[in-house]
């Protein structure tokens, strides 16, 4: 039993060295990335929904979307403002946020997701390049 204080040393060594990430970092979290609008996104003042929803949940209206025109063939979108959208990632979205590095892939990057959206659709902003 003499070795007791060497044991609680040697937890608290661990402890520290085991939560060395979490409390290292705490409170210094990367800014989330600024948004560069296009001159017609800024034109139009508005989007599909409105811009706090869509920074959360748009993943879910896309998948929404997806859902509603491959298996149910409604291509048209009314948001709650009664509004009609047509219901297509590369004609709708991109219409406005056309530069998909400035407005995709900086919150994705900062997410760290990789989001398979650009599988099937189209980047235009290379086409015009």
């Known amino acids: 039993m003499n070795d007791k204080k060497w044991i609680i040393a040697g937890i608290v060594v661990f402890l520290a060295l085991f939560t060395f990430p979490l409390w ?4 210094r979290a990367a800014p989330a990335p600024e948004l560069i609008l296009t001159e ?3 034109a139009a003042r508005e989007c599909v929904m409105p811009e706090k ?5 748009h993943m879910q209206l896309l998948g929404q979307w997806r859902h509603a025109v491959v298996r149910n063939s409604k291509r048209e979108f009314v948001n709650p403002e009664g509004k009609v959208f ?3 990632l590369s004609n709708t979205c991109l219409d406005c946020h056309s530069n998909k590095a400035d407005f ?4 994705h990057n900062y ?4 989001p398979y959206c650009w599988d099937c659709h189209l980047d235009r902003s290379k086409e015009n390049e």
Request: charged share 20%.
């Open 24 to 27: 290292y970092n705490m409170g």
């Open 40 to 42: 017609k996104a800024k």
């Open 53 to 57: 929803y869509m920074r959360a949940n």
């Open 86 to 88: 047509t219901m297509s």
């Open 104 to 107: 995709c892939d900086k919150c």
């Open 111 to 114: 997410a760290s997701v990789t």
